[in-house]
C-alpha cells in the first residue's frame, strides 16, 4: 500500500481498498499499524457468507473518513434518497443490509480477532509442514503485515491431477481463480488473448487454494499436507 498511496499522493489520485477478504488484516504504514480499510480514501467490504466475517446472506460495507463521499454512498444505497420519500439523485439502487444481518454480523464481529488468529495458526501449521517441498509454493508474509488468511493458496505442478487426487481422499480444495480477467468472455472486446499475460496464466493454473477455516485442527491439516506431499 506504501507506494500506491505514494503515487496516488504525486498524481492527486483516489485510492480505493479492495478489502473484501482482509477483515483484520494490518498494514505498517509511518510506524503504525493499520487495518485494511482504513489506508486509502475508502475501503470495500464484503459480508458473503464465506468471508472472515461473513452473514447469512449477501451483505457489504464501505469505510471513509471522508464525509462527503460517506454522504454521497448512502444516498447510492437508498435509491438517492436523503430521507424517507425525499430523493435528491437520480443515481442509486436498493443496496441497504437488512437488520437480520447486521445482528448477526454483530454478534460474528465480537469473535472476529479469535477466528482469525486460529487462521494465522493454521497457517503456521501448513508452514510447517509443507517447508522444504520444493514443488509446493507456499504464501510468504513480509514484515510489517499481519495476514488473516481467507485463503491459504499453494502452487504446484499438475494442479488439476492433485485436486482431484485430494477429493478422492474427501480433501476439499477451491480454485481462486482458475480464469484471468484478460480471458473472461466479458472483455474480449480489449482484444487479448492466451498468453499475452503468460505469468498470469502460469499462476491461474497452479494455484490450489486448502481447507482452511477458524476451527480446522493440527489433525486435519496433518492429513491435508501428508497427502498433498504425496501428489505434489
Not at 458473503?48 to 462527503?68: C, S
Request: hydrophobic share 40%; with cysteine.
Amino acid at each position: 500500500m506504501q507506494p500506491i498511496l505514494d503515487l496516488a499522493k504525486k498524481y492527486n489520485l483516489v485510492v480505493v481498498e479492495d478489502a473484501c477478504q482482509a477483515h483484520g488484516a494490518s498494514y505498517t504504514l509511518d510506524g503504525k499499524k493499520m487495518k485494511a480499510g482504513s489506508l486509502g480514501d475508502a475501503g470495500a467490504f464484503s459480508f458473503y457468507p464465506a468471508k472472515n466475517l461473513g452473514a447469512m446472506g449477501e451483505g457489504g460495507a464501505v469505510t471513509t473518513q471522508n464525509a462527503a463521499a460517506a454522504a454521497r454512498m448512502k444516498l447510492w444505497r437508498d435509491h438517492g434518497s436523503s430521507q424517507k420519500y425525499v430523493h435528491i439523485s437520480p443515481d442509486g439502487w436498493n443496496g441497504r443490509l437488512d437488520a437480520l444481518q447486521c445482528a448477526i454480523l454483530d454478534i460474528k464481529l465480537k469473535k472476529l480477532d479469535e477466528w482469525n488468529e486460529r487462521r494465522r495458526q493454521a497457517a503456521r501449521w501448513y508452514q510447517e509442514r509443507l517447508a522444504g517441498n520444493e514443488k509446493i509454493i507456499t504464501p510468504t508474509v513480509p514484515a510489517g503485515r499481519e495476514h488473516i488468511y481467507h485463503l491459504y493458496v499453494v502452487s504446484l505442478p499438475d494442479r488439476d491431477k492433485a485436486m482431484k487426487e485430494l477429493g478422492a481422499h474427501e480433501i476439499g480444495c477451491g480454485l481462486h481463480y482458475p480464469i484471468p480477467l484478460h480471458l473472461q468472455a466479458a472483455y474480449r472486446d480489449l482484444g487479448y488473448c492466451q498468453g499475452d499475460f503468460p505469468v498470469t496464466e502460469a499462476v491461474a493454473n497452479s494455484v490450489l487454494s486448502l481447507p482452511m477455516f477458524p476451527h480446522i485442527t493440527e489433525d486435519m491439516v496433518d492429513y491435508v499436507c501428508k497427502e498433498l506431499k504425496k501428489v505434489a
